[in-house]
């Protein structure tokens, strides 16, 4: 099956600073790529749709500002959380389509702990 | 409001029988519905997808049903084995052709040996 990776896995940072999190598709190219947020023991929360080449789309509440999402080629999205607050700890999940079948192939994920 | 219901008590089973599990949704006209597996810290790996117009899907130990009518579907795992262990989630598109899945709260499955 096609493989996503996201990395890093696992990231702890300071309050205040910013973090960069890449989602990448290995064997396939992925014009759309979503980013999911999922707290401890509750379902996935589609946070955005991110779009090869044009802006991302985010879902209601969430700050577009706030979780930056670029997705500048076929095969790499990324999400920057900025000035990362305790609020913003979760495990953050990236996923992608891999042709029109409809099923999603995710990442590992990255667990985010801002001090 | 839109929901998608699974049932968050876990379902505790003994090995080799068959486990099923329940996805409920309301507020959604889905043009198909899918299963996923997430273990603990990991993300979810996808299982089946059943169309709207599909009653029955399986693969090998795996059965789901879908019944647009009471807007429901069930997943069956038989023969389930300790392995099985883990998260199941049901997970809905949106029906108005976007691409993004909606997720269920998931239903923790623990087979005992």
């Known amino acids: 099956g096609a493989v996503v990776s996201q990395h890093p896995s696992r990231v702890i940072c300071k309050s205040g600073t910013s973090v960069k999190i890449e989602c990448r598709s290995l064997d396939f190219q992925a014009t759309t790529m979503f980013w999911y947020r999922q707290f401890p023991k509750q379902s996935l929360m589609l946070m955005a749709t991110s779009n090869e080449g044009s802006k991302a789309t985010y879902e209601q509440g969430v700050e577009k500002d706030k979780f930056l999402i670029n997705h500048a080629s076929l095969t790499l999205s990324t999400l920057t959380v900025t000035s990362a607050h305790p609020e913003d700890s979760s495990f953050y999940i990236c996923?992608?389509?891999?042709?029109?079948?409809?099923?999603?192939?995710f990442g590992e994920g990255s667990r985010l702990t801002v001090l | 409001s839109q929901k998608i219901e699974q049932n968050s008590e876990a379902l505790n089973i003994q090995e080799g029988k068959t486990a099923t599990l329940t996805c409920n949704y309301t507020n959604y006209s889905p043009a198909y519905l899918q299963w996923y597996r997430q273990d603990p810290g990991r993300g979810p790996v996808f299982l089946l997808l059943i169309r709207e117009n599909e009653k029955e899907k399986r693969k090998e130990r795996l059965k789901v049903t879908f019944d647009t009518t009471l807007k429901q579907s069930l997943f069956h795992i038989t023969a389930s084995q300790p392995a099985d262990s883990a998260t199941y989630l049901c997970a809905l598109d949106q029906g108005t052709g976007r691409r993004a899945l909606t997720f269920g709260s998931g239903t923790r499955l623990q087979v005992q040996p």
């Open positions: 996923s992608a389509m891999a042709g029109k079948t409809g099923e999603l192939f």
